[in-house]
Nanobody, 120 residues
């Protein structure tokens, strides 16, 4: 059974920082690209940051220079360090794992989400 469990969300003031964590189980973590997505009320879910199995990172333009994604394959964990937070960063943040099986099937899993609220 695959599980992605996020933690680290909460309420923070503008300009503050948070670190999100996502612990994966039931998958061979090192083989998966990992991503963080977010969904604000009334908006579509969007990609925030992703890191490939080889460590290549990419970011949404809106978070470049403020957010950093990293992974620890020994701990089956992906992190999202968020700094200089803005009210528009308020959303539910979801962890995602993505890979392709040897048979060519798409393997795609989601966590349950963690709320991040940026407000004074």
């Amino acid at each position: 059974q695959v599980q992605l469990v996020e933690s680290g969300g909460g309420l923070v003031q503008p300009g503050g920082s948070l670190r999100l964590s996502c612990v994966a189980s039931g998958i061979i973590f090192r083989n998966y690209a990992m991503g963080w997505y977010r969904q604000a009320p009334g908006k579509q879910r969007e990609l925030v940051a992703a890191i490939s199995s080889g460590g290549t990172r990419n970011y949404a333009d809106s978070v470049k220079g403020r957010f950093t994604i990293s992974r620890d394959n020994g701990k089956n964990t992906v992190y999202l360090q968020m700094t200089s937070l803005k009210p528009e960063d308020t959303a539910v943040y979801y962890c995602n794992a993505d890979a392709t099986s040897a048979a060519g099937a798409r393997l795609h899993y989601w966590g349950q989400g963690t709320q991040v609220t940026v407000s004074s």
